[in-house]
């Protein structure tokens, strides 16, 4: 199993929908959670840190749910703008260590 | 706002030739990382330095790959010879402490 897990999407939503993507992880002692967001062509941008009791942030919303291990992220009223491919980001272990990248959901939002 | 900064931006080599890429962090940033991402796949990490010291370079192909952090500030990546198989993106981030990393625009490399 990989240590992270995402569906590659990818997502076709048209403006002003609700979208979510879930992403699981292997080791149950991970210790931070990410999402970031890559634009074509273009570096990872931190979009929000995960944490246990959630995390808000606009239309944005993430949620980590330890037990079954899996992070998850809502886009409520898509913009054309959130089109790109959304990185599932783990920290394995605590520390200064590297985080682990998932291979991304991209998501399309129509016109 | 402060960026990590990379060159360069864009390489085309031939196979078998010498690359070279060039990472600056953020200022006050001790960790530093080089990513490879291949297209349609996430960052894979190649090595990670702490100051001056190298962490972690399990990844790293050490047969063609190396790289330096002499003085704990800039970073320099090689790869000798270049292969086919190398194309792809390069990635440096820097982080602080315990947490995100940020990341430099990248250089994408294109092995003909």
């Known amino acids: 199993r990989k240590e992270v897990e995402q569906d590659p999407g990818p997502f076709n939503v048209p403006e002003g929908a609700t979208v979510a993507f879930n992403c699981t992880y292997s080791?149950?002692?991970?210790?931070?959670f990410f999402w970031y967001r890559q634009d074509c062509r273009k570096e990872p941008k931190l979009l929000m840190s995960v944490y246990s009791s959630g995390n808000e942030d606009g239309r944005f919303t993430a949620q980590l749910n330890r037990a079954s291990q899996y992070i998850s992220l809502l886009i409520r009223d898509s913009k054309l703008s959130d089109s790109a491919t959304y990185l599932c980001v783990v920290n394995p272990y605590s520390g200064n260590t590297p985080l682990v990248f998932g291979k991304g959901t991209r998501l399309s939002v129509i016109a | 706002e402060a960026e990590v900064a990379q060159s360069p931006r864009y390489k085309i080599t031939e196979k078998s030739q010498a690359v070279a890429f060039w990472c600056d962090p953020i200022?006050?940033?001790?960790?530093l990382y080089w990513y490879r991402q291949i297209l349609g796949q996430g960052p894979e990490l190649l090595v990670q330095?702490?100051?001056?010291?190298?962490?972690?370079d399990s990844q790293l192909p050490k047969d063609r790959f190396s790289a330096e952090r002499l003085k704990g500030v800039d970073s320099t990546l090689k790869i000798q010879p270049a292969e086919l198989g190398d194309s792809a993106m390069y990635l440096c981030?820097?982080?602080?402490?315990?947490?995100?990393?940020?990341f430099g625009p990248g250089t994408r490399l294109t092995v003909l």
């Open positions: 080791n149950s002692a991970s210790q931070s």
């Open positions: 330095f702490q100051d001056e010291s190298v962490v972690d």
């Open positions: 981030a820097s982080s602080h402490l315990e947490g995100s990393m940020d």
């Open positions: 200022s006050g940033h001790a960790t």
